[in-house]
């Protein structure tokens, strides 16, 4: 029996608002373990942030004896300004391979889940990679 998304997902979504500012979801990013946020306007998915698109946006030197007030001003940007738009996702009954050769195809670490255009879980390359090496115990074959 295949695996699918619905099995591995995380249901516990985090999301931001696109004009949230990158301030929030620095917070977020610093207090979590996880590095994409699920980025909605008025319950729609509009977008994904990932740690690395954050990181990108701000000033290296926050948080040093080098920052500045420009360096600061930085977190000031909006989500919307940073994220990526319009978001590959996947369906909650889409098998492991199928999930797993979509993250590859489009270079993306993670892929929302929509169930009826309903934003209802996130699967990551990590989620995907835990799931394969648990078949494989499961099997009798290592990972």
């Known amino acids: 029996m295949p695996i699918i998304i619905a099995d591995i997902m995380s249901t516990r979504v985090v999301t931001v608002e696109m004009d949230d500012r990158l301030t929030v979801a620095k917070e977020i990013f610093d207090q979590a373990s996880f590095h994409h946020l699920l980025v909605v306007d008025e319950y729609q998915l509009e977008g994904v942030l990932s740690e690395r698109d954050l990181l990108r946006a701000i000033s290296p030197n926050l948080g040093s ?79």
Do not use: F
């Open 65 to 143: 004896s080098a920052e500045t007030a420009r360096d600061l001003e930085t977190l000031q940007k909006r989500v919307h300004q940073v994220m990526t738009r319009n978001p590959v996702t996947v369906a909650p009954h889409i098998n492991l391979d199928t999930a797993t050769r979509i993250l590859l195809e489009n270079d993306i670490g993670c892929l929302p889940v929509l169930e009826d255009g309903k934003l209802v879980g996130i699967v990551t390359w990590k989620d995907l990679l835990r799931a394969y090496c648990e078949y494989r115990a499961q099997n009798q074959s290592e990972c």
